[in-house]
């Protein structure tokens, strides 16, 4: 089973920032299989990103993602208000074929 | 739109079963997985497995032993049922599509589409 692990497990910062979130697997992880999702409070999750680095659907270009092998990262380029929330990502394996998510990066206002 | 709405009871009693139904709308449940997805109080996401609508099954092995997930083409709707539950077994419950799609020789897995969440306590 992969671990994925998120850092930091909480990163302040201010709107107008700059925000890198890491996602460490513990073995290779083939980059389609890599997504990341969104998570405010009382909130369901929300797809950000698929496949590493493409973009759901409505999602603003201010989100980004890129990596490839055991490291990935999710970058906001510049923070909005209501970008501070928690932040997962998701590998799917292969062996077993299971869903396995990370631990979580809360973004917290500075 | 599709939309996804979670249904059962809030309150299970231990060694009993957790049952949840899960409604599609703006979509056929055909042609598509359907995914259960997991959250205990002020912890991280857990993928409880998932059901085509063929009814082929996927579950996470932590859990496999005690669930079962199904589907109701013609009530639009797929379910979760969970067996012997403890106190480890509260959380809130999400129900959400998973797409596969294919790309580049390979396929994107992501869930795209989630229910808003239905909290489950298990207690005596």
């Known amino acids: 089973e992969i671990v994925l692990t998120q850092s930091p497990g909480t990163l302040s910062l201010s709107p107008g920032e700059r925000a890198t979130l890491s996602c460490r697997a513990s073995h290779s992880v083939n980059s389609s299989y890599l997504a990341w999702y969104q998570q405010k409070p009382g909130q369901a999750p929300r797809l950000l990103i698929y496949?590493?680095?493409s973009r759901a659907t409505g999602i603003p270009d201010r989100f980004s993602g890129s990596g490839s092998g055991t490291d990935f990262t999710l970058t906001i380029s510049r923070l909005e208000p209501e970008d501070f929330a928690v932040y997962y990502c998701q590998q799917y394996g292969s062996s077993p074929p299971m869903y396995t998510f990370g631990q979580g990066t809360k973004l917290e206002i500075k | 739109q599709v939309q996804l709405q979670e249904s059962g009871p809030g309150l299970v009693k231990p060694s009993e079963t957790l049952s949840l139904t899960c409604t599609v709308s703006?979509?056929?449940?055909?042609?598509?997985?359907w995914t259960w997805i997991r959250q205990p109080p002020g912890k991280g996401l857990e993928w409880i497995g998932y059901i085509y609508y063929s009814g082929t099954t996927n579950y996470n092995p932590s859990l496999k032993s005690r669930v079962t997930i199904s589907v109701d083409t013609s009530k639009n709707q797929f379910s979760l049922n969970l067996y012997s539950v403890t106190a480890a077994d509260t959380a809130v419950y999400y129900c959400?599509?998973?797409?596969?799609?294919?790309?580049?020789?390979?396929?994107?897995?992501?869930?795209?589409?989630w229910g808003k969440g239905t909290t489950v306590t298990v207690s005596s």
């Open positions: 496949g590493a680095s």
């Open positions: 703006g979509a056929s449940i055909s042609s598509y997985y």
């Open positions: 959400a599509r998973r797409r596969v799609v294919p790309a580049n020789g390979y396929y994107y897995y992501y869930m795209d589409v």
